[in-house]
Each structure stands twice: as structure tokens, then as C-alpha cells.
């Protein structure tokens, strides 16, 4: 049957016209009806944040013995019960947000007495250390997800990069002024080399890169542990699976003195987040990836060559995730051992799941990743709620964000013209 | 049955698709209803199935209102639809896909597939509605699938059947035989309501005709009250001109020589089976044929976007056959895709930005591959005013646009590079009618300009009326070139198959009682 209407587009369009929401964090959006769709992306997220911290605060109070204990009396003194479970909530989280930022107590001290300020900077120092990779690996996944390519090999790629910034580092022998710029290009090289193989696999013989790149994972896995132990790669009089370690001149240096490991990786990693919003708005390849993520046929059909994108942009994506085994190992670890990157290529997926593919949003929320970890573990010293409470936290969170009409339903928002939904694979910069 | 609609609107957000629309069929009555895509005729039949429900108005059947909560209620009234796009299992016979969802069934719930097929016997002979209730419905043509919807519906005892676009998929032939079957059905007192856009069949079936535009009912008129262009002149609101104005052509050189060309299809099956074809410059050569033919792999062939398996394609001499999409634009070759939603743009980009998708990394658009995004929007400023694009800016995703207006944007693209060969397929396909002028005019503006166009098309008017040739396909293959003079009967024979050549013009098999043929336009 032929639609004589389209109500949902034609609805959506005047619906939307009507009234241009504010710009989000993506700049120079001059569309209304876009304008409109991101600002509810910037709703939902934050009501995905809230709904996700009131579920945290509900197990907080279901798992602590002490809040238990005192509401088994809330007959007799519901005050009290009450008190102790807002309490132990209002414990868990503050300790969260001293543990991630910045302790208020401190920051007071240390304006008044002029002294402790690296205790007050360390927690938003590790903050930003533990954000740095899942920036860097979440750009190339989102990189990715834009153009309709599906890297889950962000892991294998980290490993790979980590493993060619280490070999120039313990291998090359140069002043800091040309070792270090070495040190970066090979993370990114490393990583680039372990995208090309799944994209020209893809590109020559249409072997789907969500199948190659989570095989990749395994190979560069294993690989890893292999090289630990064999020269040149594993530190000599070592039998531990222990790698060499990196000489100063192939460390990336702290921002804020010795006392704190925030480095100059985040700095790179802000830098490429410009760069790749620069990138996928501006650039003429960027825009062919769009086209590309977008409608496939017709870009083929205007001439694009869909097989050159899909290698370049796997290539890409992987010389970002390359940079981010660099970065922990240059800037915080100084060597490999057998489960690095822990599950960072993972949650780079879900960082640009959270930031909906876009550079901006990627960067916030590898932020928010990283201070749920950062802080969770002070939670757990401070207060002994486990760890797993922040990750329960970040997984609901992304529950909520991955599903926006479940947060629409629950807040009774409007819906808006297009779906935000299809957001997730689509459009990076719009 | 007779059918009246009340005062029925039906609102999507602040867009009217149907305004207080009043509609009467009376028993036995072949009703037309007439307008252009977009006009609400679909809203109308979807309030009328139980599909959608309208905001105002009533539904009354022999004078008892009702309301219809979903389509089975509505087939519980006695109502039938045969959709556009078939609803049947294409691996069940016949007799199955009729019986389905009804099935007559004997002790144990086995199915009687005697009584099914009994039914439909019985059906068939009452209304000229030859089937064979055995045969697998994926290897029956178009037109007989068509009548198991029909059976479909009978089976179901409708007492107004709704057919929606029904010619859209047949041959000239094959709609004769439909429009005979359809007055056998208002013979027996069954009512039917006949959607189309298409003027010359309102002319050749309609008992009464209702003319739609912008959800309202525009009048209501009978075939002998009006002419095609009065019909044409309701439906679009204003005068309209039905046939292209063009001079004779004036043919140069052969810009496109096809030769032994073979191209398979996706499942590997040949599409296009040694076809020899030549465009010269500043003609327009169509391709007529019903859709699955081959049209499609032809054109995506000289496009590029399908490798040759044999034969030649060049262009001015220059090999094409397989060549990439990049080559063939390079070679000159402009492609207006068939379908454009899917290979022409990219819907949630820009205006602006699909009309630079072919050439958005060459100057003046891209400079050491940065875009120039100033040259971009003054670009697409131009072709908004050249093209007539009626669009809210230069920045409205193009999806939102009507299909007339992307259309526009797909052609201005393709026309704003040098070009030596234009294919257009199905140019004009769910346009309104000023659309489908422009677009025309268009064409042969570049046919004039000295450019091969080649045009694939399944609609015989369009056809006929820019062809300068017209190529017929038939499985693949070409049954003949011929001048657009030789008329629809004998274009519309050589579409289901015959030769070119002059043979006796007996009536294909499935024609079932013969009408008189429609007068050659």
C-alpha cells in the first residue's frame, strides 16, 4: 500500500519547528529539528544518571546489614530506620564523590592552610588517568558505530598498540623530544595494523567485522601473554609473564607535578576528541562516513567506495583504541602484565553507546565512567559497600540511555519526530 | 452493500490526511477513487479497514453505522482489501493461501483441502476468475497472484472489495482482464472501490468517480460527465498538461553501445540475458516492461553497481562493464535510481548535503579535504531556486521533503556534473502530477542538450510519451525496438512477451473474458 502520508515524519517535522531546544554538548548545530532530538538525548541521559543513582540508593539500603537491622524495627522507631537508610545512602555516595573529585573538606584546607593540595587534586588526578583510555578507545569505537562499522575489537587493538609503544620504547634509544612523539605514533600504528586485518578482510571478502574483530581480541590476548615471556618482551632475570619496563624519556610526563599521575595522555585525548569532531563534520572522509553509516546504497550509488571506508575507518578506530593502550602504559603503568587493559576495550562500547557516538558525548561520558570506578573504590574503603555497586550503577545507567523509550515512558516525556533510538548506529555530528 | 462514509477526518498531529470526507458506494457499483499520492486516499481505506481509526465522521453499512476496531471486524462486515503489495504465502498453493486464516477443517481439525479447493472452483467460475487452485503461488505471474487476493477476499464473502492501486504490477493485458473481472463482480451485486492515480483506467472501469486532493473530497462525477483532463484538472487543482511537449529528436552519434550483455541477479539467476542495446545522443530511449524483467540489474549494470557477467557496455567507446559506480560517474554517466529513498539519498542527511554526494570531495566543495561548507550552501541555494525543490531551508533533512520534492533533489545532483548519458529509472514513481511535468520537462531539456537518456519505466504512459524509441523487456531479454507509434496493445503484447514483429494479436491466456481494448493514446 502506497502511504499517502507519512504522519510521523510529517507530525515530527511541524512539531518540531515549533519549538528549538537548546544546544547540547555538540556546537554549531543549527538545525531545529536536530536541535530538538538533542536536547532530549541530554534529558534522557540525565535522567538515565538520576533513575540509575535512586536504584544504586535502593540496593545500597537492601544490601547493608546495619539499614536491614534498623528497618526490622521501623515498627517501633521508624524515624530511626529511615535516619540509618538515608544515612548509609547519603555515606556511600558522598564518599563516591570525595573519592572521584574532590573532598570539600580538603578543598577548605587546603585554600585556607595553602598546603595539601595534591591530596585535594588526587582524586579528579585519577579521575582523569582512568578516563584517558576509554576516551581514546570509546572515540574509535564511536568512530566506528557513525560509519555502520561495529568494532568490538577495541581490546584486541589496545593490546596491539600497548605492545608497539612498548617495543619502541624499551628498544629505541633517543632524547625524550623525539622517543616520546615515537613512542605515541606506535600505539597508534600498533592499533591501526590490528584494525586493517578485519577491515581488508571485510573490505576483499565480506567476512563481517563484528565476528573478525572479537577473534582479533583473542589473538592479540594470547599473543600478549606469549611475548611476556619471551625476549625481548618480558623483563630479563623475571620469570613472572612481566614485560620490560619504559624508560623515562618514553613516559609521558605529569601535568601537575610528581605527586599526581594525571598526564599528558589526557591531554592527547582531549586534543583528538577536537580532532574527531573536526573530523566527522568537516573532513571530506568524515563525511563519507556518515554516508556511508547513514544509507550504504546510496552512497555507493553517489560513488563512494564503500570498501575503502570500511578499511579506512577500521583502521582508524583501531589506531584510537592503539593510543589508548599507550597512554596507561606510558602514562601510569610503565609495563605490561598478563590481563592488561583489563576490560577497557570493552567499556569503550559502552562509553560510545553512552555518548551516542559523538566525540563530545564520549568524552562525558568516559568522565562519568571513570569517576563511577574512581569513586567506587573510595566508597568501598570509606564505607564498605562493595566495588560492584559502582558497576551495577554504570551498567544501569546504560540501560536506561540504550533504552530511551523506557526512560520516556517513566517520566511521561514527549515524544519527539525521530527516533532516538536510531541515534545509537547513526550520525556522528549529525 | 452500500457503503457510506460520514464526515470522516483523521488527524496525524496537526496534519489533516482526510477532512470530513464523505463517500457513498452503492450496491453493484464500480467507485473510483481518484488522486495523487499524498492526496489521503490510503488514510481514507486504512480508517475504512479497521487499520486506523478516524478522529470524526461515521461508517455506515446498509444505513447502520459502525466501527471497525481492527481489519478483522471489517471482513467481518463483509468488507475485502486487496493491497498493493500482496499479502499470500508465496510457498502454499492456491487453495491454501485462500483458505488461510479460515480454513474449513473436518473431524480432529484436519484441513478439507477438498472443500477448499471446491470453493474456490466455485468462485472462480461465478466471476470469471481463472486459477488453478493446485498451483504454487510464487510460480504464478503478477496478475494471477492477484486474483487469489481476489479469491481471497470473495472466499471471505466480501460484499465490497477495496482495490488498492491494483494495476500498479500489470501488464496493459493483464489489466483488461482485471477490469473485466471487476465489472462481473458489480454484476453480481458486489460493490468494489477502486483506488488509482491512474486517469485512463478511472475512465475505463468507474461507474462513478470521487476525486481526492489534501484529504478532502474535491467532487464526485461519472465517466461519461468527464474527460481525463477535467479528472486531471480536479485531482491537481489546476490545469495540467498530460502529454510532454517535445520536438522530434534529433539524434547524433551512439553515446551508449550495449552489447551481449549478461548480468545475473542476487540469487545468481540471469536478469539480463544478452541484450543489445544502443543510445545516440539527444534521444530519449525507454525501456518499457513490467517490473522484474530485467530493467533493474540493466540499469544498475551501466551504472556500475552491478558487475557484468559478459558482454560490452561502452560509453563513447570506452568500456564500462565493470567499472565501480566512481568510473561511470566519471565516464559521465548520471543515475537517477529507481528507488530513491534506498539509492539516491541519504534521508536524514541535509538538502545540501545530498545534492553534493557525488562530487563533496572536489572543489569548489572540499579543499585539501576539509568541506568548504559555505560553497555547499550556496550550491544548494542555487539548485533549491534552479529545481524548483520546495524545501523549508537548505539544512531540512531530505527525508522529510515530499517524494516529488526528493526526487528534485536527486535529479538536480545528478544533472549538476557534465554528462553523457542520463538513466533514469522509474523517474517519475509516487509523484504528483506537477512533479512528474517537471521531472519530464527535465528530461528532454537534456535529451535537446545533445545527452543520451536512457529511461526504465513500468508505466506504458510514461513510456510512450518520452520515449523516442522504446525498448521492450521481456526475462531478460529485448523483444524489440520499436517506435512509440506502434501503440500500447502492441507494446503491451511485446511486455508479456511476443515478438516485435507484426503476429496475430491473440489474447494472452490469462486474459479471461475480453474487453474491448482501450483506445491507443
Known amino acids: ?430 | 452493500m452500500r457503503l457510506e462514509l460520514r464526515g470522516v477526518t483523521k488527524r496525524y498531529g496537526p496534519l489533516v490526511a482526510n477532512d470530513h470526507v464523505d463517500l457513498t458506494v452503492e450496491p453493484g457499483e464500480i467507485h473510483c477513487l481518484l488522486g495523487e499520492n499524498g492526496a489521503g486516499k490510503s488514510t481514507l481505506m486504512n480508517v475504512l479497514f479497521g487499520m486506523a481509526r478516524a478522529d470524526e465522521g461515521e461508517i455506515r453499512i446498509d444505513g447502520s453505522p459502525v466501527r471497525f476496531a481492527d481489519p478483522g471486524e471489517a471482513v467481518a462486515h463483509g468488507i475485502g482489501m486487496v493491497h498493493q503489495h500482496f499479502m499470500l504465502v508465496p510457498v502454499f498453493t492456491v487453495a491454501e493461501n485462500v483458505v488461510l486464516g479460515f480454513e474449513p477443517t473436518r473431524a480432529l481439525g484436519f484441513l478439507d483441502r477438498r472443500r477448499a479447493r471446491a470453493d474456490i472452483r466455485r468462485l472462480s467460475e461465478q466471476f470469471g476468475l481463472e486459477v488453478d487452485p493446485d498451483a504454487v503461488v510464487e510460480d504464478l505471474p503478477v496478475g494471477v497472484q492477484q486474483r487469489v487476493e481476489i479469491l481471497k477476499a470473495l472466499q471471505r464473502d466480501a460484499k465490497l472489495l477495496i482495490l488498492d492501486e491494483p494495476t500498479a504490477v500489470l501488464t496493459p493485458q493483464e489489466s483488461e482482464a482485471l477490469f473485466a473481472i471487476v465489472r462481473s463482480l458489480a454484476q453480481a451485486g458486489r460493490s468494489v472501490l477502486f483506488i488509482t492515480h491512474k486517469l485512463k483506467e478511472v475512465l475505463a472501469v468507474a461507474d462513478r468517480i470521487t476525486v481526492m486532493r489534501l484529504g478532502r473530497v474535491v467532487g464526485t462525477t461519472t465517466a461519461s460527465e468527464s474527460g481525463e483532463s477535467e479528472l486531471a484538472t480536479m485531482m491537481v487543482g489546476r490545469a495540467v498538461e498530460l502529454v510532454v511537449r517535445k520536438g522530434p529528436a534529433r539524434p547524433g552519434a551512439a553515446v551508449l553501445e550495449i552489447s551481449g550483455l549478461t548480468v545475473v541477479d542476487e540469487r545468481g539467476l540471469v536478469a539480463v540475458d544478452g541484450v543489445d542495446l544502443e543510445v545516440r545522443a539527444g534521444e530519449i530511449l525507454a525501456v518499457a516492461g513490467v517490473q522484474g524483467n530485467g530493467q533493474t540489474e540493466l540499469a544498475q549494470a551501466i551504472t556500475g553497481l552491478r558487475p557484468a557477467v559478459a558482454g560490452s557496455i561502452r560509453l563513447d567507446g570506452e568500456e564500462l562493464a565493470g567499472a565501480t559506480p566512481e568510473a561511470a560517474i566519471a565516464a559521465g554517466v548520471a543515475n537517477v535510481p529507481e528507488d530513491r529513498q534506498v539509492d539516491g539519498l541519504v534521508l536524514d542527511m541535509a538538502v545540501e548535503d545530498n545534492l553534493v554526494l557525488d562530487i563533496f570531495d572536489r572543489a569548489p566543495f572540499a579543499r585539501h579535504g576539509a568541506r568548504d561548507l559555505a560553497a555547499v550552501r550556496s550550491n544548494a541555494e542555487r539548485k533549491l531556486v534552479d529545481f524548483d525543490i520546495r524545501a523549508p531551508s537548505a539544512l531540512t533533512p531530505v527525508g522529510s521533503l515530499s517524494g516529488g520534492n526528493q526526487q528534485k533533489v536527486v535529479v538536480a545532483r545528478e544533472l549538476s556534473r557534465p554528462v553523457k548519458l542520463l538513466v533514469a529509472s522509474q523517474p517519475t514513481r509516487g509523484l504528483d502530477v506537477g512533479s512528474i511535468e517537471y521531472v519530464h520537462r527535465r528530461i528532454v531539456e537534456e535529451r535537446d542538450r545533445g545527452v543520451a537518456v536512457l529511461i526504465i519505466s513500468s508505466e506504458l504512459d510514461e513510456v510512450l510519451a518520452l520515449g523516442d524509441r522504446v525498448a521492450v523487456m521481456y526475462r531478460g531479454k529485448i523483444t524489440g525496438v520499436v517506435d512509440p507509434a506502434a501503440g500500447r496493445d502492441r507494446i503491451g503484447l511485446m511486455m508479456a512477451g511476443a515478438a516485435a514483429d507484426p503476429v496475430a494479436p491473440a489474447a494472452p491466456p490469462e486474459a479471461g473474458p475480453v474487453a474491448p481494448p482501450e483506445a491507443g493514446t
Do not use: C
Open chain 1, 1 to 430: 500500500m502506497t502511504p499517502d502520508v507519512t504522519p510521523g515524519a510529517a507530525a515530527g517535522a511541524a512539531g518540531a519547528t515549533a519549538e528549538g531546544g537548546p544546544e547540547p554538548a555538540v556546537p554549531a548545530r543549527r538545525n531545529p529539528l536536530r536541535g530538538l532530538v538533542e536536547a532530549n538525548v541530554v534529558v534522557v541521559t540525565a535522567l538515565a544518571i538520576v533513575s540509575s543513582l535512586l536504584i544504586g540508593g535502593v540496593l545500597i539500603i537492601a544490601t547493608s546489614p546495619s539499614v536491614l537491622h534498623a528497618l526490622g524495627h521501623i515498627g517501633s522507631s521508624p524515624g530511626r530506620a529511615l535516619g540509618v537508610a538515608g544515612s548509609t545512602v547519603g555515606d556511600a555516595y558522598a564518599a563516591m564523590f570525595t573519592g572521584a573529585i574532590v573532598s570539600p573538606s580538603g578543598l577548605g584546607h587546603a585554600i585556607t592552610t595553602g598546603h595539601g593540595w595534591t591530596a585535594v587534586l588526587t582524586p579528579i588526578s585519577e579521575t582523569l588517568v582512568s578516563a584517558t583510555p576509554l576516551i581514546l578507545a570509546g572515540l574509535g569505537v564511536a568512530l566506528g558505530f557513525s560509519t555502520g562499522v561495529f568494532n568490538i575489537g577495541a581490546q584486541g587493538q589496545l593490546i596491539a598498540g600497548a605492545l608497539a609503544s612498548l617495543y619502541v620504547g624499551f628498544e629505541v634509544h633517543l632524547p625524550i623530544g623525539i622517543h616520546l612523539p615515537l613512542v605515541v605514533l606506535a600505539g597508534a600504528v600498533g592499533g591501526a595494523v590490528a584494525g586493517f586485518v578485519p577491515g581488508y578482510l571485510k573490505a576483499r571478502t565480506g567476512a563481517h567485522e563484528v565476528i573478525t574483530t572479537i577473534m582479533m581480541n583473542y589473538v592479540f590476548l594470547d599473543l600478549l601473554n606469549e611475548l611476556l615471556a619471551t625476549q625481548p618482551f618480558q623483563q630479563p632475570g623475571q620469570s613472572n609473564a612481566i614485560s620490560r619496563s619504559m624508560p623515562a624519556t618514553a613516559r609521558l610526563p605529569h601535568l601537575f607535578g610528581a605527586g599526581l599521575r594525571a598526564n599528558l595522555g589526557f591531554v592527547i585525548a582531549l586534543a583528538l576528541v577536537v580532532a574527531a569532531a573536526w573530523f566527522m563534520r568537516r573532513s571530506t572522509s568524515g563525511f563519507a562516513f556518515r554516508v556511508i553509516g547513514s544509507n550504504p546504497k546510496a552512497g555507493r550509488t553517489a560513488g563512494i567506495d564503500v570498501r575503502k571506508v570500511t578499511t579506512a575507518v577500521l583502521v582508524m578506530s583501531g589506531a584510537l583504541a592503539g593510543l589508548a593502550g599507550m597512554a596507561t602504559l606510558s602514562g601510569t603503568d610503565f609495563f605490561l602484565s598478563s590481563g592488561y587493559g583489563g576490560n577497557i576495550g570493552f567499556d569503550a562500547i559502552t562509553v560510545a553507546l553512552l555518548g551516542r557516538n559523538r566525540p563530545v558525548g564520549v568524552l562525558l561520558g568516559a568522565l562519568l565512567f571513570a569517576a563511577l570506578d574512581v569513586g567506587g573504590r573510595n566508597m568501598q574503603a570509606a564505607t564498605g559497600i562493595p566495588l560492584d555497586l559502582a558497576f551495577v550503577i554504570q551498567a544501569i545507567i546504560v540501560f536506561f540511555v540504550a533504552t530511551p523509550a523506557l526512560v520516556r515512558e517513566v517520566y511521561r516525556l514527549r515524544e519527539t519526530g525521530a527516533s532516538l533510538g536510531q541515534v545509537l548506529s547513526k550520525g556522528w555530528g549529525g
